[in-house]
């Protein structure tokens, strides 16, 4: 397993790292973030067919994310000029503005500290990684797609919808739940030290 790979896995509940960089909006620290949900995402390279479809969805989707007072921040290798002439590209020939800032990391240090560069590639580009952070700046999922496949934002939103509902509650989401979904109330500390037949009655309830 590579070191890459490892971190990443090992990045969940753990603060995220800090970093200050270049972005479309201007300088961007993820320090002025704290108190709020941060998505950061990164994509392979500017002016693809996969990225730019995918940064379409996601700037047509942004409503529903602000709606949850979740921040969207892009990311990849690629320079802040080449980020602002795609932006207006896709604004030019898809009539679709995109507002979240997308990061300038030609130096890799942040993709590197996140995980996002497959040290087994024959080049820099970034994976398709999704970092989900929380209002105290820790990270609480990470999600992988290979460059070959385009996120689905759908999954995107009720990922983050779930964490929502579970930060810092004694409360989890069951396979396949939705938001509006049941969850399930029991603490996961004690998860596996209950009585017989405890799963059966929860199970039960949710279906009911």
């Not at 020939?93 to 497959?118: C, L, R, T």
């Amino acid at each position: 397993m590579s070191e890459n790979i490892t971190q990443t896995a090992m990045m969940v509940g753990r603060p995220a790292p800090h970093f200050i960089a270049h972005s479309t909006n201007g300088m961007i620290d993820l320090a002025a973030y704290e108190g709020s949900w941060v998505l950061l995402f990164c994509h392979p390279a500017d002016f693809t067919p996969v990225c730019t479809t995918e940064f379409i969805s996601l700037a047509k989707n942004q409503e529903r994310f602000d709606a949850l007072g979740v921040e969207l921040i892009g990311l990849s290798v690629d320079s802040i000029y080449s980020h602002l002439s795609w932006i207006d590209w896709i604004e030019d020939n898809f009539s679709q503005k995109v507002a979240f800032p997308v990061i300038e990391d030609s130096s890799m240090q942040i993709a590197k500290a996140y995980g996002m560069i497959d040290e087994t590639s024959v080049n820099t580009s970034t994976v398709r990684s999704c970092v989900f952070i929380d209002p105290s700046q820790n990270v609480q999922a990470v999600i992988h797609y290979p460059m070959q496949v385009g996120r689905s934002v759908d999954e995107l939103l009720r990922v983050q919808q779930a964490l929502i509902a579970t930060f810092e509650a004694e409360a989890a989401t069951p396979a396949n739940w939705l938001p509006g979904e049941k969850t399930i109330d029991t603490p996961l500390d004690r998860m596996f030290d209950q009585p017989a037949g405890w799963l059966k009655r929860i199970l039960k309830a949710q279906a009911s």
